[in-house]
């Protein structure tokens, strides 16, 4: 599997579809790039597959809460900025609530009327050019091995709602640092972070078919089955024949 030889240069413009202002990119780069080269070595493979131009779903595993962080330098090295779907109760806690706005982040509003409100918004990101990234676990994964649980329908939603492409990229690693449930990180030895992009999820087979509940359920099988395809390649294993359900509430 090739691997990219160096993470692509980017320069940050004016301003880009999808990006926050450049004060605030900068702001970010200046936290997060130092946070990233102190606690990882980097195994980042295929990023030519990510898109660098018009509107993209990017699908990811979720391990750690710490993996938002270094997904995002990987994204960034890579010409893209990750508008990160972020819980909606962020948004009013002092200081943080102004950054993640800064940032870009849309809220999602969990068991309300306005549940829908973050995919209309995430739509129109995406009409704009943004990279809109989804965890589809909805939650760090429970697997005790760590793999891909089954996900929830939102990605494939508005997948299927707006024709944009879907790019399944898979991580390992961040769960060394900052294992799931844990306060403080294992910041040595320094692990490795391991990231590799797959080609598009193809899901032409739903289009024009009505977006029930049957064809959300298999489009979001093939979305999760491209990530585990991906991380079973990072990781040199064989998955379990089938995912791990989600815990109940989540």
Known sequence: MPRDARPVAVE????????????WVAFAVVIVK????????????RGDRLPREGGIIMVTNHLSWLDPILIAHFLYNHGRWPVILAKSGLFSVPVIGHLVRAMQAIPVYRGSVD???SLEESRRRLAAGACVMFYPEGTCTRDPDFWPMEGKTGAARLALATGATVIPVAHWGVQEILPYGARRPRLLPRRTFSVQTGPPVD?????GEPPGAEVLRAATADIMAAITAQLAELRGEKPPPAPMARPAGH
Do not use: E, N, T
């Open 12 to 23: 940050v413009p004016m301003r880009r579809p999808g990006w926050p202002s450049p004060f």
């Open 34 to 45: 130092p946070i990233s080269w102190l606690l990882i070595r980097k195994d980042w493979r």
């Open 115 to 117: 549940a829908a409100r």
């Open 203 to 207: 899901l032409s087979r739903y289009a």
